[in-house]
């Protein structure tokens, strides 16, 4: 994952942090988490699947169930195949 969002293989994201100067599809410098977290919340609002996928997968992690579960059936309808994955492990 880059900070725009935008979904790269796993060797061009290792090289990248190996790098660590700037996205490669954006061409920004790194972001901190919290600006990372900023950026996805933004593409989240805007409708991303991916973004949304993201938050749901946060919210999850801290426990709050409810809006992981709101977030995974949002980014699956939006066509996101991952989020019907963590719809499955929430019932589970």
Known sequence: MTCCSKMICDGC????????VECPLCCQPVPTDEELDLNVIKRAEAGDPVAIRQMGSKYSERGDYEAALKNF?????????EAHSHLVALYQ
């Open 73 to 81: 059936t949002r980014a699956a309808k939006l066509g996101d195949v």
């Open 13 to 20: 994201d290792y090289a990248n942090e190996l790098r660590d």
